[in-house]
């Protein structure tokens, strides 16, 4: 499902328009972008939770020349889904 395809449904399941759902869609992608850009952990019960993880610095290996490099340390998103996404899933 691409975001047209979520933007249509979504429309479809809580009777507004498109347009309305797609500033839905925007605003909540907008909301948990800036909470993990702050380091804020965003949890839905039941749904899922996305946090920021740190990655530690580590050596790793140009695959076309053999060299020995240093990935620098960096921050990257999560998600854990939730027990009941966990559970729908495996149905």
Avoid: H, Y
Avoid at 21 to 40: N, Q, R, S, Y
């Amino acid at each position: 499902m691409n975001k047209n395809e979520l933007i249509k449904e979504l429309a479809a399941r809580t009777n507004l328009t498109q347009k309305e759902a797609k500033a839905f869609l925007d605003a909540f992608c907008e909301i948990i972008t800036e909470a993990l850009a702050k380091g804020d952990k965003v949890a839905i019960m039941n749904f899922g939770t996305w946090e920021v993880r740190e990655r530690a610095e580590r050596k790793g290996r140009n695959p076309r020349t053999k060299e020995e490099i240093i990935i620098p340390a960096t921050k990257v998103p999560r998600f854990s889904p939730g027990k009941m996404l966990k559970e729908a899933v495996k149905k």
